[in-house]
């Protein structure tokens, strides 16, 4: 699978990277014990850590609401996936578990405060391309609602855009059935390349250690 990052987004972002994990025969469930204690103490924990914290200050969610304003997204009306996973936590309104993929991806993102996605890998088309999206850009979200994505960061295949840190497609979305996936890792743009390597291997391995298969994985700039 070639991802590739489009020269528009390039020019406006000179500095960012994104970390790509391609999973071959892995097994997606309901996510086990382990997992679900883990995601609801940490929910816990992170919620006496931010309690009474702006939450638009804790870094990675500030540099994630930069980038947004960068491209043209209003922040304040569509935040970062981070930014919203934590808000819910701030709220006690802690995350429902989904399975094993989107349980870990969310444990992932309000552990080291970036978005990620994941995604079907039999249901994308062609190669992957991350850009800028136009006023003819749209889909059905995860959430039901029809996602205009004009000015927002996407991820596009040949049928379109499929993939966003604002909000994903349900186009693409992964399921107990699927046995092939992509994982996209929206580093931190200020991150140096050698730490985004360890970081993007390390989810990679953990994610192995719970869905098994193989994996390949590399960071794009």
Known sequence: ???TVSNTLKNIIPNFKIGVA?????NISESPQMLKGRLRMFQELLFFDYVDQDIKTVPGISEWRHVFKQIGTDPNRYRPSNEALL?????QQYINYIHSAVD??????????????IYDLSLINGPVELTLGNEL????AVNGRKVSLKN???SQDKKGAFGSPYVDSQRTAVTTKTSDALQL????????VKEANKLVSSLTKMFQQIHGGDATYKVIK
């Open 137 to 140: 850009d749209h889909y059905l």
């Open 87 to 91: 808000r819910r936590v701030q709220k």
């Open 152 to 154: 927002k960061l996407i």
């Open 185 to 192: 890792i929206y580093l931190k743009p200020s991150m140096e």
């Open 1 to 3: 699978m070639e991802v």
């Open 22 to 26: 391609i999973y071959n025969d892995i």
């Open 104 to 117: 870990l991806n969310n444990f992932f993102s309000l552990q080291y405060k970036i978005p990620l996605g």
